[in-house]
């Protein structure tokens, strides 16, 4: 089993950065592929971006591209999200997932594990 726990996130202005941190444990994630989602209430869970376990490979969903940065820490058991220039729109729950999969997918249902989630609220 992998437990998930994420941190990082609070209040931050428009325009802001924050820095999320998903931390491992049970088991190593190091041949893990690991996403980044977030949710409002009344909408679906949507992808945010995901890293496979080379980090050779990262995907983001279009409306963070070239704000949002997903990195990971093997040796550390972490994973992170850089979030800079952000939106009211970015305020949401963000859920940190690891896939035992060999592709990164962008797919949630793909995903085995997930941690509690962590707010983010973003404001004007």
């Known amino acids: 089993q992998v437990q998930l726990v994420e941190s990082g996130g609070g209040l931050v202005q428009a325009g802001g950065s924050l820095r999320l941190s998903c931390a491992a444990s049970g088991r190593t994630i190091s041949n893990y592929v690991m996403g980044w989602f977030r949710q409002t209430p009344g909408k679906d869970r949507e992808f945010v971006a995901g890293?496979?376990?080379?980090?050779?490979?990262?995907a983001y969903a279009d409306s963070v591209k070239g704000r949002f940065t997903i990195s990971r820490d093997n040796a550390k058991n972490t994973v992170y999200l850089q979030m800079n220039s952000l939106k009211l729109e970015d305020t949401a729950v963000y859920y940190c997932a690891a896939d035992q999969g060999l592709f990164l997918s962008r797919a949630g249902s793909r995903y085995e594990y997930w941690g509690q989630g962590t707010q983010v609220t973003v404001s004007s």
């Open positions: 890293i496979n376990w080379r980090s050779s490979t990262t």
